[in-house]
């Protein structure tokens, strides 16, 4: 009983955050399930399909992570984006991720690197996401949020016509 007492987990306040995140990511997708019609259990295996959130670290600086010099070669900016987005598991910013792609092999002839890369992402909707005026995430880390470009008619609610006058 003594041990068991000692193993007792403490949790600190980015833990918590972090849960939470899962859980806002989890009841999110359940609201999305929930208007859908399908057969048998909705929430079958939908825990084990959730997307990683971004985990929030108490690391100040993003270069902890390694990235080694090929990590982004041949792939497009947008791609490289991505992948390190997948690595870091956290927004960052337009200027982190450069120098992140920069690091990872990307290399650009442009004369403002970052306006390229800025306008690349803000192209994509359907993967990234401006999360703060600066900040860059996933789509998939935020299921919650309304997406960009999609219709009443995309969501199955057909839009009310008007008639027109003869």
């Not at 806002?24 to 909705?42: C, P």
């Amino acid at each position: 009983m003594m041990k068991e007492e000692s193993k007792e987990r403490t949790w600190t306040i980015a833990d918590l955050e972090a849960l939470r995140s899962q859980i806002d990511a989890a009841i999110g997708i359940l609201k999305q399930l929930e208007g859908s019609a399908s057969g048998g259990s909705k929430t079958d295996g939908i825990l084990n399909s959730l997307p990683s959130p971004p985990i929030e670290n108490s690391r100040d600086n993003d270069h902890d992570v390694d990235i080694r010099s090929d990590a982004f070669f041949g792939l497009s900016f947008t791609d490289a984006t991505y992948k390190y987005l997948q690595m870091i598991r956290r927004p960052q910013t337009t200027e982190a991720i450069c120098e992140a792609l920069q690091k990872g092999g990307i290399e650009s002839k442009s004369q403002n690197f970052l306006i390229t890369v800025y306008s690349s992402l803000r192209r994509d909707a359907r993967r990234f996401v401006r999360v703060k005026k600066k900040e860059w995430g996933l789509v998939e880390w935020y299921p919650t949020r309304p997406q960009a470009g999609k219709t009443p008619k995309d969501e199955g609610i057909e839009k009310p016509t008007r008639k027109r006058k003869k």
